[in-house]
């Protein structure tokens, strides 16, 4: 069974930083390039990083780009997403899933629960 744990989300301010982690489990994990996505209320979910299996290909929408990092540890199957520089239009759900390539919005899996970021002062 594919599990995605998104965890690490809460309350900031803006200008503040937070990490978020993925676990995952039940597929290949090394072998597939992973993406972090969010929903802000009364919005479609939106892609916002990806990264390629190795690690070493990287993509951004263009609204964090310079303000997140994606990273990933295979021998933890898990991915990461550092946030920093928040504004209140981060604030959203943020999940993790697999994708069909770095740079692809297209999910493999159904999604998890996610978790919540919301920013503001």
């Known amino acids: 069974e594919v599990q995605l744990v998104e965890s690490g989300g809460g309350m900031v301010q803006p200008g503040g930083s937070l990490r978020l982690s993925c676990a995952a489990s039940?597929?290949?994990?090394?072998?597939?390039?992973m993406g972090w996505f969010r929903q802000a209320p009364g919005k479609e979910r939106e892609f916002v990083a990806g990264i390629s299996w190795s690690g070493g290909g990287t993509y951004y929408t263009d609204s964090v780009k310079g303000r997140f990092t994606i990273s990933r540890d295979n021998a933890e199957n898990t991915v990461y997403l550092q946030m920093n520089s928040l504004k209140p239009d981060d604030t959203a759900v943020y999940y993790c899933n697999a994708v069909t390539s770095y740079r692809s919005r297209t999910n493999y899996w159904n999604w998890g629960r996610g978790t919540q970021v919301t920013v503001s002062s």
């Open positions: 039940g597929f290949a994990f090394s072998s597939n390039a």
